[in-house]
């Protein structure tokens, strides 16, 4: 078996993508990602840890609704988290810390992440379209209100996700190595949440979660495949420039 791509791999400088648009990679057989599964151990135990919920709820009585709004929140404060500890290095690069205070750097700082939020995060405001009922409706509201530790549960997993991005080391990367962090990352977490609303849209919510529990195994059992199919080659994310390409076509 080959050895996944490495997110952090940077080709040599100078070494481009022969064209404009990324090669996408074929998956590999069924045959081949059971024999993988027998093989490693790490991928039992993120099913186990997946399949969790799916265990509850239909053996135990848990709510899907929480269960769903779990993945939801899950990837949308992942995503929020990368685009915060992104937003100081982007306003540092952009503007000299001379012209502005520190109360007026704050303000704009929150500003832009509430932006970029609103903007990067959209997949996963419109997952909520076809979940509406289930996402925003009254039972669930009421569940969450009145069950201080889901708050708790919550806030944690939230604090988790910012400690997290923040202590990757953001502003000390090179940009293409930047680039390539964050374009693995929030790829992923985008995909997620197109894969909430294509299960969801298709009439099938009343079996998303063991959906996506698969899928969330997946994702992180096989990332570099799920990116390569995707994106191309995951290894040189950092290479593919939608600005540069769309600028070749008009040419």
Do not use: C
């Amino acid at each position: 078996m080959g050895r996944p791509a490495d997110r952090n791999t940077i080709l040599p400088a100078g070494e481009s993508m022969s064209s404009s648009k990324p090669r996408l990679l074929a998956l590999p057989p069924l045959s081949q990602h059971l024999r993988e599964l027998a093989s490693r151990r790490d991928a039992w135990l993120v099913l186990v840890r997946n399949f969790i919920p799916v265990v509850g709820i239909y053996f135990f009585g848990w709510s899907a609704a929480l269960s769903v709004f779990n993945y939801w929140f899950d990837g949308f404060s992942a995503l929020a988290a990368i685009i915060a500890a992104l937003v100081p290095r982007a306003m540092r690069e952009s503007q000299p810390k001379a012209s502005r205070g520190a109360v007026t750097a704050a303000l704009l700082g929150v500003v832009t992440w509430v932006f970029l939020v609103g903007i990067v995060g959209l997949p996963y405001w419109i997952v909520l379209i076809p979940l509406h009922d289930m996402l925003l409706g009254s039972e669930l509201r009421t569940e969450i209100a009145h069950a201080p530790v889901l708050w708790l549960t919550f806030g944690a997993l939230a604090a988790s996700h910012f400690w997290k991005a923040f202590h990757l080391g953001y502003d000390a990367l090179p940009e293409n190595e930047l680039k390539q962090r964050v374009r693995w990352d929030v790829y992923l977490l985008v995909l997620r949440a197109i894969a909430m609303f294509m299960m969801a849209a298709h009439g099938l919510a009343f079996v998303i979660v063991p959906l996506m529990a698969v899928l969330l195994s997946y994702f992180e059992i096989w990332p570099e495949r799920v990116l390569g199919a995707t994106f191309g080659d995951p290894a040189r994310l950092y290479e593919y420039d939608p600005d540069d390409a769309s600028r070749k076509r008009r040419r």
